[in-house]
């Protein structure tokens, strides 16, 4: 089944800065790449997604690559605010038209400091 | 904006319980989904349901699980008989339908904390 790596695990940026959190993936049938945000005592929050046949999205000051040969995507957030501290998950899945499982990352807390 | 319910939002039970927890899917969306998150761990999927059926579950599924769409609306996880490695947040999430040419976003549930006791 499909494996996802996630690091790092804490991120502690300046507000104002970027921060970039990676993953891997083990399952070259995956397809699409979602990224969930969840706040304390929140349940996971969609925040960008990108399927296999885009290399690179972005709204706003979120952008996510996808390196398909290399089984790796990145979530860029630039210009940090207080506001961005979460736990940031990836996770991968394979479209099918059925089942759809998400396999999630472990998570990282960025945390943006004043 | 639609989104996901569930309820109750925490539930204290004793180990060999019965418990369910509920969930409202936004209103239009074919498929359903329970995940789970132990304290401090990723979220791990537990189950897929469309038509009335399963579509997929994984390995943490087991005889103690069952989940049914009881009416129009909503959708529930049963644990027939908890176990302390039961307790988690379990999560709601549900689907437009999956496929090239659809949106292929998951919407979560706040969660339900579940603590075996």
């Known amino acids: 089944g499909e494996n996802v790596e996630q690091h790092p695990s804490t991120l502690s940026v300046q507000e104002g800065d970027s921060a970039v959190i990676k993953c891997t993936y083990s399952d070259s049938a995956s397809n699409y790449f979602p990224w969930y945000k969840q706040e304390l005592g929140k349940g996971p929050q969609l925040i960008i997604d990108?399927?296999?046949?885009?290399g690179e999205k972005k709204d706003q000051r979120i952008a996510v690559t996808l390196n398909k040969t290399a089984k790796h995507f990145s979530l860029h957030i630039t210009e940090t605010q207080p506001e961005d501290s979460a736990v940031y998950f990836c996770a991968a899945s394979e479209v099918t038209g059925g089942g759809n499982k998400l396999t999630f990352g472990t998570g990282t807390q960025l945390k943006v400091e004043l | 904006e639609p989104e996901v319910t569930q309820t109750p939002s925490h539930q204290v039970t004793q180990m060999g319980q019965e418990v369910i927890l509920r969930c409202v899917p936004i209103s239009n969306h074919l498929y359903f989904y329970w995940y789970r998150q132990i304290l401090g761990q990723k979220v791990e999927f537990l189950v897929s349901?469309?038509?009335?059926?399963?579509?997929?579950k994984s390995e943490i599924f087991d005889d103690q699980f069952s989940v049914e769409r009881p009416d129009g609306s909503n959708f529930t996880l049963k644990i027939r008989s908890t176990k302390l490695e039961d307790s988690a947040m379990y999560f709601c999430a549900s689907l437009l339908f999956p496929g090239p040419y659809s949106p292929d976003t998951q919407y979560f549930g706040p969660g339900t904390r579940l603590t075996v006791l």
């Open positions: 990108i399927r296999s046949n885009v």
């Open positions: 349901f469309y038509n009335n059926e399963i579509s997929e």
